[in-house]
Each structure stands twice: as structure tokens, then as C-alpha cells.
């Protein structure tokens, strides 16, 4: 039981380029969520899904995008990269409305 | 909007004190509180979480209280150790699990050996 992960571990990309965030749970929970650490800050929610087929923007959702087409995945899709998406990306899920489960995170710098 | 305010900022002890981590949240209308170590450069472990219903929950060496009516909660950590520094994170549910987690900004946390 692997729990949340998420690849890659560090990322570096220039101004304008794309990429995309993995993240798979193997707890089968119907929760997933993405979310954004900036230094010295909390973490703030990105976009969330409910189950398959179905998600919602969150907090902080601009220049991202997300899908989630089986309940294990739930990929982060960053378009034309800025620097202010410079930042440790978490993903999480749950099993409905108990404890989250944490990913260890992909730190992703633009330059 | 539910914000979540985290004091102190900073905190150095020194070893085998007692010691609390103040959390605070505007809008009492939460579903659960979760407190969250995080360690540098790592991701988060979950260490108590408290169902809006329940006033306290205990993990070994670590108590967290929830006063839901008046938007705090408190972790106590008993007898610190050096292993304990971290930085500690609190974070409220509003929408029953649906809508993510509000967080604070956490709580720095040293021990002196």
C-alpha cells in the first residue's frame, strides 16, 4: 500500500512551457486534491474531485487544469508557466469527509 | 471565507518542556480540524483529527482540543523532544470533506536538545 504519490519529486521549467503533475492513490478514495505551498505559507487548494469524471475549482485554480478519469489518478496540468507557479505542489486525498492523506510533494521551479 | 490564523509564528524550547500550539478559525461552521506535521522539504503527516462533535483527541504525547463555538483549537505536546521539531499545521473542513482543507501558516517548532 503505497499510499499517495506523486512524480516527478523536482521539476525546473522555463517561462511558457508546459507540464503536467502525476499523482495516484491506491486507498481506492473517492477525494482527491490539489494543492500549492508558497515559502512560509499554508497550503492553498488548487482544484478537488470528487470521484471520477467530476471536479471543481478551488482557491487558487488559475494556469492550472486538472482531469480525473479513473478514482486512482488525478493529474495537475500547468499552461505557459510563470513564475509565480513557482512553488511545492501536494496532492492529497480521503476517503470521503475523514483525514486526508498527503503526497510528498513536487517542488516546481520557473525560470 | 474561512480563514485559519496559527500563534506563535516561531517557537524554541528547550527539551522535556510542555508546551501549546495555538489555532484559530473564523467561521465556527467547520466539519473537522486536522493537525499536520511537516518536516523540511517533506510532505505532511496527518496527526490528530478532531470531528466537529468531539472536543479532544489524543495520539500518545499529543492532545488537541477543539472549541468549536468560539473557532480554537489547541495542540499540546507533552514532555518535548528534540524529534518533535517540525513545523506544525493546522487545518479546518468546511464543506463536509467536499472543498479541500483552509490552512494556517503554521507553527515553527524547535526543541533544544
Known amino acids: 500500500n503505497a499510499g499517495v504519490t506523486q512524480t516527478p519529486k523536482f521539476r525546473i521549467l522555463k517561462i511558457g512551457q508546459s507540464m503536467t503533475l502525476q499523482c495516484t492513490q491506491d486507498?481506492?478514495?473517492?477525494?482527491m486534491y490539489w494543492y500549492r505551498q508558497d515559502p512560509g505559507m499554508g497550503l492553498k487548494l488548487i482544484y478537488y474531485?470528487?470521484?471520477?469524471?467530476?471536479?471543481d475549482k478551488g482557491e487558487v485554480p488559475n494556469g492550472y487544469n486538472v482531469s480525473r478519469s479513473t478514482t486512482e489518478d488525478f493529474p495537475l496540468r500547468l499552461e505557459l508557466a510563470a513564475p509565480s507557479q513557482t512553488s511545492v505542489y501536494f496532492c492529497?486525498?480521503?476517503?470521503?469527509?475523514?483525514?486526508?492523506?498527503f503526497g510528498p510533494g513536487t517542488r516546481l521551479t520557473v525560470t | 471565507k474561512q480563514e485559519v490564523t496559527q500563534i506563535p509564528a516561531a517557537l524554541s524550547v528547550p527539551e522535556g518542556e510542555n508546551l501549546v500550539l495555538n489555532c484559530s478559525f473564523t467561521d465556527s461552521a467547520i466539519y473537522n480540524l486536522q493537525w499536520f506535521r511537516q518536516d523540511p522539504g517533506k510532505g505532511l503527516t496527518s496527526l490528530l483529527l478532531?470531528?466537529?462533535?468531539?472536543r479532544e483527541q489524543t495520539s500518545g504525547r499529543l492532545n488537541a482540543s477543539l472549541d468549536k463555538s468560539s473557532g480554537r483549537s489547541t495542540l499540546y505536546i507533552a514532555a518535548s523532544q528534540p524529534g518533535d521539531s517540525a513545523t506544525y499545521l493546522c487545518a479546518v473542513s468546511s464543506g463536509g470533506g467536499a472543498d479541500g482543507l483552509t490552512f494556517g501558516k503554521g507553527t515553527h517548532l524547535i526543541i533544544q536538545p
Open positions: 478532531i470531528q466537529s462533535s468531539q
Open positions: 492529497a486525498s480521503s476517503k470521503t469527509v475523514y483525514e486526508q492523506y
Open positions: 474531485s470528487v470521484g471520477a469524471g467530476i471536479t
Open positions: 486507498m481506492n478514495h473517492n477525494y
